[in-house]
């Protein structure tokens, strides 16, 4: 893939060479357009002179060739090579066709047969231009030409000597490009070079304040994603060092039953270990499930699913994989669905996890032979979802507390601390808002979800 040092001086020099190119054509269109202007009007004097020098001054004929023949190029042009020494022809002609003098560089035969003005004609094969001026007071046609080989030539001398200086320009314009861009990179390796010397583990900003304009907002770009990674490592540190504590505290509550019931010969005291080992691995299972919940929620970045999602088909799902913990804690789980719900495009996992949670924790709650409840209803404006259980609610103190991750209530329980954070995060993903409100007929988990975001 081409860089941008040479992508950038390939387009400088295109288009600087384009524009220069474009220059160099409008200076020979005006530098020739002008040198015949000059030559023109050198013509016009000359024929002019003549036909005054032999009206006011009465000299002869030969003497007034002379007078305006031996002129060299116009006045401010310099010429490198060439030379265009009698470069105007004069003839003077009788109006009865007599040819009266002529100069040296002058053809025999006529240079023009109009009276007056210009005209171009071809003589021997040599092309000319003649101004012809008519002297009627001495019955006299004054005839004075340029060649136009001569003509051409002289004025693409006078264009080369304007050029010659501008293309010799190019390689400095060229090398000056190459420099300016160089320049302009710099600041851009720079901050390669400072990027390359860094470690993994250095996530701190880079400085803006030297920075040109244009390289800010890329340096502001990275530093959010610095920051971004930088939060995300501190989240992962945080939920090793977590699980690890979490998960060390039930392994050696394993281990010491499991030496009690080898060491002892009370059958009573045995089967107590034992219950005592099936309960905390069903604890640890469920440790270890909501930790692979917890991160698969961390790391989902696609909350819309391409397709509508069944919230009801769902539900039901996770009402059919919690049946084993219902069914042990003698609760019913129902399940109403408004009439006006649609299918929405949510992530499935996502809000299959939030679901799962959200229940397994009002289930764990809720108290044997109750009931929970769980109410789905779509407006105008939002999709609302309540899952409702008989347990003993939470103040919005203790709901803060719990919202973070390992925090348990202040009575224990069987909970692991962990499932109202997954459902916090999963509805965050989900574009929702989580809020609890304790009514009389028990304490109620709401996620709400903008109906635009359905």
């Known amino acids: 893939m081409t ?3 040479i992508r950038l001086i390939a387009i400088l020099l295109v288009t600087t060479g384009t524009v220069w190119c474009c220059a160099v054509f409008w200076t020979y269109l005006s530098t020739q357009h002008q040198v015949e202007q000059v030559l023109d009007a050198r013509l016009t004097e000359a024929a002019r002179m003549v036909s005054s020098l032999l009206t006011d001054h009465h000299i002869d004929a030969a003497a007034a060739v002379d007078a305006v023949t031996p002129g060299d190029v116009p006045p401010g042009f310099t010429v490198a090579q060439g030379n265009y020494s009698r470069q105007l022809s004069c003839q003077i002609w009788s109006l009865e066709g007599q040819l009266v003098s002529r100069s040296e560089s002058a053809p025999k035969a006529s240079l023009a047969g109009h009276d007056d003005g210009f005209q171009e004609t071809v003589i021997n094969g040599e092309r000319w231009r003649v101004y012809a001026v008519v002297n009627p007071t001495l019955g006299v046609r004054v005839l004075v030409g ?7 030539r002289l004025i693409g001398d006078v264009v080369k000597g304007q050029l010659i200086p501008a293309l010799a320009i190019l390689p400095i314009l060229a090398a000056l ?4 861009v160089d320049r302009g990179l710099a600041p851009l390796s720079r901050i390669a070079s400072t990027l390359s010397g860094r470690s993994a583990t250095a996530l701190h900003p880079i400085e803006e304040g030297r920075a040109p304009r244009e390289v800010r907002p890329l340096l502001r770009s990275l530093n959010a994603l610095f920051q971004r990674v930088s939060e995300a490592r501190d989240r992962e540190k945080t939920f090793i060092a977590y699980a690890a504590h979490e998960l060390k505290t039930p392994l050696a509550g394993l281990k010491t039953q499991a030496q009690v019931a080898l060491r002892s010969d009370d059958a009573g005291i045995r089967d107590r270990a034992l219950r005592h080992i099936s309960t905390s691995v069903d604890r640890t299972g469920r440790l ?3 930790l692979i919940d917890m991160a698969a929620v961390d790391s989902a970045d696609t909350p819309r699913s391409p397709e509508p999602v069944d919230l009801a088909v769902v539900i039901e799902e996770i009402r059919a994989d919690l049946e084993t913990l219902r069914a042990g804690r003698n609760v019913t789980v129902e399940v109403g669905v408004g009439d006006t719900v649609r299918p929405a495009r949510f992530n499935r996992m996502l809000f299959g996890l939030m679901m799962k949670n959200v229940l397994e924790n009002a289930i764990v709650h809720s108290p044997a032979g109750s009931r929970v409840e769980v109410l789905i209803e779509e407006t105008s404006t939002a999709l609302a979802i309540d899952v409702i259980d008989s347990g003993p609610g939470m103040t919005p103190d203790e709901v803060r507390h719990l919202l973070g991750r390992f925090n348990r209530g202040t009575g224990g329980g069987e909970g692991t601390g962990l499932g109202l954070s997954i459902v916090e995060m999963a ?14 007929a028990g304490f109620v988990v709401r996620m709400s979800f903008p109906i635009s975001d359905v």
């Not at 490009?177 to 300016?180: D, K």
């Open 288 to 290: 270890v499930r909501q």
């Open 427 to 440: 509805v965050q993903k989900l574009g929702g808002t989580l809020s609890f409100d304790q009514r009389s």
């Open 3 to 5: 860089s941008i040092r």
């Open 146 to 152: 340029d060649s136009l080989e001569i003509r051409d």
């Open 177 to 180: 490009i190459w420099f300016s």
